[in-house]
């Protein structure tokens, strides 16, 4: 049996945009990825086995955002330090599936900057971090909750970040996350977007995502399905997969679901579902085959808990 890692990364996946908070909000979801580090190299010298999602292609040091995250971060970082960064054996355990609007390019993110703090023992602030991360992924929507937990708002003008956590969900309510066999490529999601929109969609999404922040904070949960709906993203997105056209439609209307969106920048579609959700699971999934795409489907919980550092058996970082 292998021994316990010295320095472990237990990272959320999570569910951007919700709707009409395009770039602004994110939850962090009951679905995890691992990041083991096994051993320190010489400074410069990275070597990377990948379990799951993205087992061939990440096997390669200048392929694995982890470490080029952890580089990445350490480069801003390096000119007012004295700590070298070491180089290490990585071990990626991958269970969020990649390309799929589940944040698994923000897990890697996150546990790179985590990495090049720890390993550095550099001692950096939340909010040093979580610029860093941010800067890295060039938005805040996932990286925030990925690293905090929870549901946050969040906001970047370039060098400062804003956020706030708002309260978690009550314990009946699940997310259920239908996730078809195709891949939506962040870059070409950005594409699909037009460069200007109508400024009545403006102040439809103003309203939408004003409404959606305070029912969260004040469990007004019936608001729900107004504050997912969206006009600056969802609807040039949803033609890019098979189904994304209807299956928002099809699922808001079922007893328990309180709303339902793209997640990030799709193909995988979330509901908020109170209850039971086997119905809105099934009717995602059967979307999804009518439309000649197998799909699977996980029912998670939005978790408070954030990143999760554990270093020679002790938790030394765990946000909540």
């Not at 087992?55 to 200048?62: Q, S, T």
């Not at 392929?63 to 990445?72: F, K």
């Not at 998670?300 to 058996?313: F, Q």
Request: include cysteine.
């Amino acid at each position: 049996m292998n021994s316990p890692p010295f320095l472990s990364v237990r990272v959320p996946a999570t569910s951007a945009n919700l709707g009409a908070g395009f770039d602004t909000l994110g939850m962090a979801l009951s679905l995890y990825n691992v990041f083991n580090v096994r051993a320190i190299l010489p400074s410069g010298v990275f070597s990377c086995d990948v379990i799951g999602e993205g087992a061939r292609e990440l096997a390669n040091a200048e392929n694995n955002m982890v470490v080029q995250s952890c580089l990445r971060a350490w480069e801003m970082w390096s000119a007012d330090e004295q700590n070298d960064l070491p180089g290490f054996a990585l071990e990626c355990h991958n269970v969020i599936p990649l390309c799929r609007g589940l944040g698994s390019s923000s897990t890697a993110v996150v546990a790179g900057v985590v990495l090049a703090d720890v390993l550095a023992g550099l001692g950096k602030s939340e909010a040093d971090l979580l610029r860093a991360m941010t800067s890295i992924e060039g938005h805040p929507d996932n990286v925030a909750p990925c690293f905090l937990g929870g549901m946050t708002v969040s906001c970047w003008d370039g060098k400062e970040l804003r956020y706030v956590k708002l309260p978690p969900l009550p314990p009946d309510m699940h997310v259920v996350a239908a996730v078809p066999d195709v891949q939506v490529r962040t870059h070409d999601a950005r594409e699909a977007l037009p460069s200007q929109v109508p400024f009545s969609d403006a102040v439809f999404n103003l309203g939408r995502a004003a409404l959606l922040c305070a029912a969260w904070a004040t469990g007004r949960w019936e608001h729900l399905s107004w504050g997912m709906d969206d006009r600056l993203h969802q609807p040039y997105r949803s033609r890019l997969f098979p189904g994304g056209e209807v299956i928002m439609d099809r699922v808001r209307d079922i007893p328990g679901c309180l709303g339902a969106a793209i997640s990030g920048s799709g193909p995988t579609v979330v509901a908020l579902v109170r209850g039971g959700p086997g119905q809105v699971a099934s009717e995602m999934c059967r979307t999804f085959s009518e439309h000649g795409v197998a799909s699977q489907f996980f029912v998670l919980e939005g978790t408070a808990e954030g990143t999760r550092v554990v270093y020679n058996n002790h938790v030394i970082a765990q946000p909540v």
